[in-house]
Antibody
Framework: EVQLVESGGGLVQPGGSLRLSCAAS????????MSWVRQAPGKGLEWVAN????????YCVDSVKGRFTISRDSAKNSLYLQMNSLRGDDTAVYYC???????????WGRGTLVTVSS | DIEMTQSPSTLSASVGDRVTISCRAS??????LAWYQQKPGQAPKVLIY???TLESGVPSRFSGSGSGTEFTLTISSLQPDDFATYYC?????????FGQGTKLEIK
């Protein structure tokens, strides 16, 4: 089955760190750009970061620059998001998404909730 | 950064209605626009990409049009399963942004 499964969310204090993982299966992970998208409770969607197939190019939204790092391991068919210096406005469901050939998000995971609170 | 503005924010309609949702980009994005449907507690699902290409498996009552800065999602005859929130999304130079969403409610 073609799917993405996120893990690693939870409750973390402001200023803390968390590492999200996304396990891909059912498709050739190494041939796709991948992305993280988040959604704060009751709010809209926000793109967070992208990574190229070989990890050589990475892009992210300004609000997470210097704090979040996207990475991948094709041997493990996995995508990661290292989140440091977390703030309250980082509280959200974080989705892993596959980027299709025409640059849209054609496959999504079910998401993992990150709550930043003391 | 490219900002995406959707209208309306909320839309009330009945089963069988034809509805249109608009999306405006703050600068030209060519045809690099997608539409997503999201239901409560679920991940988004792509409906349309490249402004007017229907994703495989999506019913033909969904259609998209536009280019440059003005785009439209049309549902030709609303079905009960279509009541959800819809987002437009642009792609430009390896970054993305979404509209704020349009909640489609039952009248």
């Amino acid at each position: 089955e073609v799917q993405l499964v996120e893990s690693g969310g939870g409750l973390v204090q402001p200023g803390g760190s968390l590492r999200l993982s996304c396990a891909a299966s059912g498709f050739t992970f190494s041939t796709f750009w991948m992305s993280w998208v988040r959604q704060a409770p009751g709010k809209g969607l926000e793109w967070v970061a992208n990574i190229k197939q070989d990890g050589s190019e990475k892009y992210c939204v300004d609000s997470v620059k210097g704090r979040f790092t996207i990475s991948r391991d094709s041997a493990k068919n996995s995508l990661y998001l290292q989140m440091n210096s977390l703030r309250g406005d980082d509280t959200a469901v974080y989705y892993c998404a596959r980027i299709g050939v025409d640059w849209h998000f054609d496959l999504w995971g079910r998401g993992t909730l990150v709550t930043v609170s003391s | 950064d490219i900002e995406m503005t959707q209208s309306p924010s909320t839309l009330s309609a009945s089963v069988g209605d034809r509805v249109t949702i608009s999306c405006r980009a703050s600068q030209s994005i060519g045809n690099w626009l997608a539409w997503y449907q999201q239901k409560p507690g679920q991940a988004p699902k792509v409906l349309i990409y490249m402004a007017s290409t229907l994703e495989s498996g999506v019913p033909s009552r969904f259609s998209g049009s536009g280019s440059g800065t003005e785009f439209t999602l049309t549902i030709s005859s609303l079905q009960p399963d279509d009541f959800a929130t819809y987002y437009c999304q642009q792609y430009n130079s390896y970054s993305y942004s979404f509209g704020q969403g349009t909640k489609l409610e039952i009248k």
